[in-house]
């Protein structure tokens, strides 16, 4: 009844379920949601933005998004990546594909003789998008968070890009993510004009802004907190995903709680 007659959430119940087992294991691996901030695009969050004008270097805005994760002493090493290829579309007519050109950003775990330490890289392309970058950046500290974790999360490893988008909202990075999963623009340059297309991370901007709701319950604060800083139009979305889990979960601690994630075969 509530599907016909109540707010209707972005997500199907399937995937509501998933993210609602996911923040449960985050939470048993690593922590209550809680502890984490919403992280802003304020100076609060990113003074090397500010001190630098509004454009910080790739290495700086780095540092800011470790501390806005609490992860400033986790070992890690930064790299620039393989850049994007335009692919020709025409007469002086060019179609970027931006997302499956070259990835957004790697992580691995290497080894040296001070122990483990990761190693992410980022598209160098994405450099003049900073709020994208800062995306990417929180993306791959998520799996440098779950490569910590002692079981392996609802579903099994297969599904792990999914999990990594909900652990960098679970770090809360939830406006950037949902702010960058969808960019479509016009562009021209000497000699050129065309359209950049670009899709990133693994979720969708529905889930994405449902998994915000859903992180936001879980710290006790009000999910539209984060609705000033959303694109225009993910603003309804959230009010949508804000308006259904509260009518379908007023408790959000007990139903994450009551999920089974042994039906998930998790860790």
Known sequence: MIGLFG????????????????FQWLEREFGAAGDSPLVLPTPEFFPSVRAAGNRAGVGELFDDVRRAAGMADWRCELAAGAGDRPVEAGNAHLLRHEGPAAPCGTFRIAEDAAGRHAIISYNPDMVHDQAALTATFAHELGHYLMATSRGAPP???????????????????????ANSARHFAQYQSAGSMGW??????????????????????????????????????????????ARGLAKRHPDMATAVGAVDLAEYGGG
């Not at 209707?8 to 993210?19: A, C, G, K």
């Open 7 to 22: 707010p209707r959430l972005p997500v199907d119940d399937d995937e509501l379920e998933f993210q609602l087992a996911t």
């Open 155 to 177: 579903g099994g490893w297969d599904l792990h890009e999914l999990h990594t988008d909900l652990a960098a909202v679970y770090l809360g990075f939830g406006i950037f993510l």
């Open 196 to 241: 950049s297309s670009h899709i990133q991370g693994y979720l969708g901007e529905g889930a994405l802004v449902t998994a915000l709701a859903i992180f936001q319950r879980l710290a006790g604060r009000d999910p539209l907190d984060a609705e000033l800083w959303l694109k225009d139009y993910l603003r309804k979305d959230l009010r949508r995903a």
